[in-house]
């Protein structure tokens, strides 16, 4: 068998490795986007023993993505050998996509999986954003809670002699008028 023969061979077997890794990429970042989804509800509704088990399962989602990212990496540097292009050039999936001889039903495979990852990756950055916000707006309200708490301990309530409100005190937590 010559060695244009094992590539021919060789050759679609690698992207059909490639593929199968990109589709676990995927189940994984859909996975995370369902978790950060359940996480958001979690903030909301300040369940914290869900938080850690929605952490924890994140966690574990997150190593299968840098495993799968490991295998596609090995996959893409043996199809960069196999295809003859020169090492230092470490292609982009697009590019591999675009290369002549990629076998028809992997390039349009690709391409669909490739779109599919980077819109979960997106979308993961989306929701993650918007937890952090959440995360955020409660450390906030947490501060503000603790220094009007401190605020009443130290003495220096609201309101000042004659029953005035104090212009330099401690805003109100709740200023109801009746």
Same mark, same amino acid.
């Given at each position: 068998?010559?060695?244009?023969? !094992?590539? %021919?061979?060789?050759?679609? %077997?690698?992207? &059909?490795?490639?593929?199968?890794?990109?589709?676990?990429?995927?189940?994984?970042?859909?996975?995370?986007?369902?978790? $950060?989804? /359940?996480? #958001?509800?979690?903030?909301?509704?300040?369940?914290? =023993?869900? $938080?850690?088990?929605?952490?924890?399962?994140?966690?574990?989602?997150?190593?299968? !993505?840098? &495993?799968?990212?490991?295998? #596609?990496? @090995? !996959? @893409?540097?043996?199809?960069?050998?196999?295809? *003859?292009?020169?090492?230092?050039?470490? =292609?982009?999936?697009?590019?591999?996509?675009?290369? =002549? *001889?990629?076998?028809?039903?992997?390039?349009?495979?690709?391409? #669909?999986?490739?779109?599919?990852?980077?819109?979960?990756?997106?979308?993961?950055?989306?929701?993650?954003? %918007?937890? +952090?916000?959440? !995360?955020? /707006?409660?450390?906030?309200?947490?501060?503000?809670?603790?220094?009007?708490?401190?605020? $009443?301990?130290?003495?220096?309530?609201?309101?000042?002699?004659?029953? +005035?409100?104090?212009?330099?005190?401690?805003?109100?937590?709740?200023? #109801?008028?009746?």
């Amino acid at each position: 068998m010559t060695d244009s023969e !094992v590539k %021919e061979t060789s050759t679609p %077997e690698l992207y &059909g490795r490639l593929c199968g890794i990109l589709d676990d990429h995927a189940g994984a970042y859909d996975t995370i986007c369902d978790l $950060l989804r /359940q996480q #958001r509800e979690a903030l909301k509704d300040n369940d914290l =023993p869900e $938080l850690e088990s929605l952490l924890r399962s994140q966690q574990e989602v997150i190593l299968q !993505v840098a &495993g799968a990212e490991e295998r #596609r990496r @090995q !996959v @893409q540097s043996e199809l960069v050998d196999r295809l *003859g292009l020169p090492a230092e050039d470490d =292609p982009t999936l697009q590019e591999l996509e675009e290369l =002549p *001889g990629v076998p028809g039903e992997y390039r349009s495979r690709l391409t #669909r999986l490739r779109e599919r990852v980077v819109q979960l990756t997106d979308e993961a950055r989306r929701l993650n954003e %918007e937890n +952090r916000e959440l !995360v955020q /707006q409660a450390l906030q309200f947490i501060s503000y809670s603790i220094n009007e708490i401190r605020n $009443l301990a130290d003495g220096r309530g609201v309101y000042g002699d004659g029953g +005035r409100r104090d212009g330099g005190a401690g805003a109100l937590m709740m200023d #109801r008028r009746y």
